[in-house]
């Protein structure tokens, strides 16, 4: 069975600071990876996927995640994080059924 | 456009009673999925429609659960004989079309309390 893992639960970052969440699956066909985010008060969101090819895609407000197949990881970075990216953020490995980690929160202080 | 929206946005209810969720896709959407989030755990899926076929029911948790989509559009998630345990956010998606490299737009979510 497909199953993914978030390693940070909780964040705290200044602002400014770099930001990597780590995320690992387990699953040996193909999969599509994403990342989702939830901002205080608003639906979940895309944030960035990837399918194929470059196995560093860019997403939305600077974020940035890298594919690394043999370690079955789709981690995702920031350079330097603003208080706006506060927030819960999941990572989504899908292979037919969707599978989400449990969460990652960060909160950013100004 | 209009997003995905759900009703009702907060439920409360005894347990033993019976409780039906609702979710309206966005228009021409033909996948829509149902999931749950309790405190401090992921996003727990719980069933899945693709346009006129039959849906997967695989995360669905005990026969209590149940969902229909009518007409391809509106779903309704419904849970017979609420226990304390169903306490949860429940969260509907739907996508344009059904796919592992598809985008989910989500809901705002029904917030669900069994006392």
């Known amino acids: 069975a497909q199953s993914v893992s978030q390693h940070n639960h909780h964040v705290i970052l200044s602002e400014a600071a770099s930001l990597e969440l780590g995320c690992n699956y387990s699953?040996?066909?193909?999969?599509?990876l994403f990342w989702y985010v939830q901002y205080p008060g608003q639906h979940l969101q895309l944030l960035l996927k990837y399918f194929s090819g470059d196995p560093l895609v860019k997403g939305i407000k600077g974020f940035e995640a890298e594919f690394i197949k043999s370690k079955f990881s789709f981690n995702l970075r920031k350079p330097s994080v603003q208080w706006s990216d506060t927030a819960e953020y999941f990572c989504?490995?899908?292979?037919?059924?969707?599978?989400f980690g449990r969460g990652t929160s960060l909160i950013v202080h100004p | 456009g209009a997003g995905v929206s759900q009703s009702p946005s907060n439920k409360v209810t005894e347990k033993g009673k019976d409780v039906e969720l609702r979710c309206d896709p966005i228009?021409?959407?033909?996948?829509l999925y149902w999931y749950r989030q309790s405190l401090g755990q992921g996003l727990e899926f719980l069933i899945y429609?693709?346009?006129?076929?039959?849906?997967?029911k695989s995360g669905l948790p005990s026969d209590r659960f149940s969902a229909e989509r009518t007409g391809g559009s509106v779903s309704t998630l419904t849970i017979q004989r609420t226990q304390q345990e169903d306490s949860a956010v429940y969260l509907c998606a739907s996508s344009w079309v059904a796919g592992d490299y598809n985008e989910q737009f989500f809901g705002p979510g029904t917030r669900l309390t069994v006392l």
């Open positions: 699953y040996g066909g193909t999969v599509n």
């Open positions: 429609f693709q346009g006129n076929s039959a849906p997967d």
């Open positions: 228009s021409g959407h033909t996948a």
């Open positions: 989504a490995p899908r292979s037919y059924i969707p599978t």
